[in-house]
């Protein structure tokens, strides 16, 4: 219903006030959080996909037929960390990666903990019929051959012969 | 012209252009729907936001329902559906405008329009903004991403994703209303694109503001309703989080605020077209996230309701209403539910069972809830206000269409919140952590609506107190704007 001007009492002004307090509140939280966004790379939804990986997938793409498996590999204290990922379905590298570093695991993930000590851990690797492993600052040797493709300065893939 | 030869020429900007074609085909689309239900035009801001709600869904139940006929072509029939509508409908539309555009008193207050709206475009502008700087977050990419990806390549959806656990290992049951969007954006594009395909985020967000605009519009002046739109499009978790993220929370917000505003206008003009919008839009809500469910329950349940207590005045069709709204449930969302349990698709975070029911998690979801209310960083003052309104209007509820307003802004919250009684995740805590705020958000519109209902006598001050360029009257533009 339309209503036409009239002063009301202070209840009114009151509530006027308030919201008035809310919009600046609320506006001054908006530009902050964007700014944030846009000149901090803070991310409100962090998808846990580190962007450097990306080159990794497309390295193993590249390198790899269509039904090769990967490993990452990293240290996690005393243990290795396999992290596995089937990449023939995949369409875009992101999904392999999210599967290798997603921060659940999953049935698909096969998150497994690793002794690098233990011999037992390159068969569980070649059970897999994993193809290519990325090294990520893990000392050498280990029990692992194969031809050795440079990543970056700290890391490298090893390509496990069939 | 060599400043749009230059636009153009960018590649991410003709990208950017593809995927708001598809979206204007999908208007075209929606405002046909939105015509055949309501044959009177809705002013045109609720007629853009009805258009791409309406729109939306029909894209994605069509690739959804061409899949049975021949998944790897779904996408390219439901491109056809929409290309023998739009050159149906287009003309008419195109006629619509030629007349409008003749009218030069049409075309002074359409420029008042963007001027008023303004503030609108800057909040716009921001979330494009901010859209484009971040990824499409979790969900985004990882849920609704990979799907829509799917979509693309294979056409259409295939039985065997959703029952194949390599080829989908998460968010199997999820609906699929936003990756049948980015899936008709990428048809367009030919590729998939997930920098452009931003953009489709912040327009729900533009949207909502919009309906909302439009909504309160009807009833108040201009300076009431953009003060309220201003209000609801700065709160905090809205604007900054929600609205540039490729989450489906805003998508779903349009849906189930549709749905209010609809279904109140039923309750208080009785006009069956008012029903039939609201009753599809809530039905679509379910496709856009699985929450959509309970608002849907909960609008079948207020109109059960409202037929009861008005039983006297509406006699001779007392099941009318209650048929009204079920019909498009039976078309949209009990062939999606049957589809997931023919295939037994799993659900991946709740086990809906007596068994899985764990009451000691009550004290847990009870606190969450409040404190969720409370969090100034995310909402601002909206809920102390709304409570204290809420505790000052204690009397008014009784029959009225607005009680209906007030136990949506809150009652479909605490139901999903209870749902975590039956959460699979181990800590619970952890997922009610994730999912509690963004639950909380879907209640802001209505929230700020019912506010808005309960300050008239604001709208009778700011009229007092503002020039008289804002104020109804005499110099006060057309009911359009």
Not at chain 2, 118 to 140: I, R, S
Not at chain 2, 168 to 180: C, I, K, M, N, W
Request: glycine letters at 6%; charged letters at 15%.
């Amino acid at each position: 219903m339309r209503q036409s001007g009239k002063k009301p009492d202070g209840r009114v002004a009151l509530t006027a006030l308030v919201l008035w307090g809310q919009l600046v509140f609320g506006l001054g939280m908006t530009l902050w959080r964007d700014s944030l966004i846009l000149f901090s790379d803070w991310k409100p939804y962090p998808s846990f996909v580190p962007r450097e990986f990306d080159r990794f997938i497309e390295l193993a793409i590249q390198s790899s037929p269509a039904n090769s498996t990967l490993v990452y590999l990293s240290p996690t204290g005393d243990v290795y960390t396999a992290r596995f990922a089937r990449l023939s379905y995949f369409l875009y590298p992101r999904e392999v990666l999210w599967l290798g570093a997603g921060p659940r695991t999953t049935v698909i993930s096969r998150w497994a903990e690793v002794d690098l000590a233990d011999a037992n851990w390159v068969r569980l690797i070649k059970d897999q019929k994993v193809n290519f492993v990325l090294i990520d600052d893990i000392p050498s040797p280990l029990p692992l051959s194969g031809e050795r493709i440079p990543f970056d300065s700290a890391r490298y893939v090893i390509e496990l012969p069939n | 012209m060599t400043l749009l030869v230059m636009l153009l020429s960018s590649p991410i900007n003709m990208s950017i252009l593809l995927v708001l074609l598809s979206v204007g085909a999908v208007l075209i689309v929606g405002d046909f729907v939105a015509r055949f239900l309501r044959p009177e035009p809705p002013s045109f801001t609720e007629r853009m936001p009805l258009a791409l709600a309406l729109g939306s869904g029909f894209v994605a139940l069509g690739i959804f329902y061409f899949s049975f006929l021949n998944n790897r072509y779904a996408v390219l029939l439901t491109l056809g559906a929409s290309v023998l509508i739009i050159a149906m409908y287009g003309r008419k539309l195109l006629a619509d405008l030629k007349y409008l555009l003749s009218k030069s008193r049409y075309m002074e207050q359409k420029s008042g329009l963007l001027i008023t709206f303004v503030p609108l475009w800057f909040l716009f502008g921001l979330a494009v903004a901010v859209a484009t700087a971040t990824d499409l977050g979790f969900d985004g990419l990882i849920n609704w991403g990979f799907k829509a990806q799917v979509a693309f390549v294979q056409g259409g959806w295939e039985s065997s994703y959703f029952t194949d656990p390599w080829k989908q290992f998460t968010h199997q049951d999820y609906p699929l209303l936003v990756p049948s969007l980015e899936t008709w954006a990428y048809t367009f594009l030919r590729s998939v694109d997930e920098q452009s395909i931003k953009i489709i985020f912040p327009l729900f967000y533009l949207s909502l503001l919009s309906l909302f605009y439009g909504a309160l519009r009807s009833r108040h002046s201009i300076i009431f309703s953009l003060l309220f739109v201003l209000l609801l499009g700065s709160t905090p978790y809205l604007a900054s989080l929600a609205a540039p993220s490729g989450y489906a929370d805003v998508p779903l917000m349009l849906y189930t605020f549709a749905a209010i505003v609809f279904i109140h206008r039923w309750m208080e003009g009785g006009k069956n077209s008012d029903l039939a919008v609201g009753a599809l839009v809530s039905a679509l809500g379910v496709w856009a996230k699985r929450e959509g469910i309970i608002y849907w329950l909960f609008n079948l349940l207020a109109i059960l309701t409202w037929v009861w207590l008005t039983r006297n005045r509406h006699a001779p069709n007392r099941a009318s209403p209650i048929i009204f709204f079920l019909l498009p449930a039976a078309m949209i969302i009990a062939p999606w539910f049957a589809f997931l349990a023919y295939y037994r698709v799993p659900t991946s975070d709740f086990a809906f069972s007596m068994v899985s029911l764990a009451w000691n998690r009550l004290p847990i979801v009870a606190a969450t809830a409040i404190k969720q209310f409370f969090d100034i960083g995310l909402w601002g003052g909206l809920w102390v206000l709304f409570f204290i309104f809420s505790f000052l209007r204690r009397n008014s509820f009784h029959n009225t269409p607005d009680t209906y307003v007030w136990l949506g802004a809150f009652l479909p919250f605490l139901l999903l919140e209870a749902s975590f009684l039956f959460s699979v995740w181990e800590p619970f805590t952890e997922h009610l952590a994730l999912a509690s705020e963004r639950l909380c958000l879907q209640q802001v519109p209505i929230a700020w609506y019912w506010l808005a209902l309960q300050s008239s006598s604001l709208d009778s001050w700011l009229n007092w107190v503002l020039p008289a360029t804002f104020r109804k009257g005499k110099s006060a533009p057309i009911s359009e704007l």
